[in-house]
């Protein structure tokens, strides 16, 4: 997707695997807010369509926000002074017992047993490698 550079050569293998079913993408529906505002603040169609069409073929499987969710978010907020909903992010991929949560955000660090990979971070490696 459009804006997605410097990040495009990470997320595209990614998204890929998603699409042939090799990988699975979770999230929480919170991930929805996040992916259309700004499409929908800046009136770009295209983009609003380009989400709305990963979420619909199921490229990102968007969890259940359940009461044990909000209750781990609560402790995971409580601990780490993560915003509520990145705790709601934190504390869902703790419950799918995520293999990687991919973000760009370090504060995602501070939360123990969740295995983070920065985007920034994955770039240099991949600029020195």
């Not at 009136?43 to 044990?68: C, P």
Request: with cysteine; aromatic share 6%; charged share 25%.
């Amino acid at each position: 997707m459009k804006g997605w550079s410097p990040y495009r050569t990470l997320l595209e293998p990614m998204w890929r695997a998603a699409q042939d079913e090799n990988l699975t993408l979770v999230s929480s529906p919170i991930l929805v807010i996040e992916a259309l505002v700004k499409p929908l603040r800046d009136g770009n169609a295209a983009i609003e369509t380009q989400y709305r069409q990963l979420f619909e073929v199921g490229a990102v499987r968007l969890l259940d926000a359940s009461l044990q969710v909000f209750e781990d978010a609560a402790r995971l907020r409580a601990a780490s002074g993560l915003r509520t909903p990145d705790a709601i992010h934190a504390a869902t991929a703790l419950r799918a017992d995520c293999a990687l949560f991919v973000t760009n955000d370090n504060d995602f660090r501070r939360v123990p047993d969740l295995p983070v990979a920065v985007l920034d971070d994955l770039l240099v490696e991949d600029s020195q490698g």
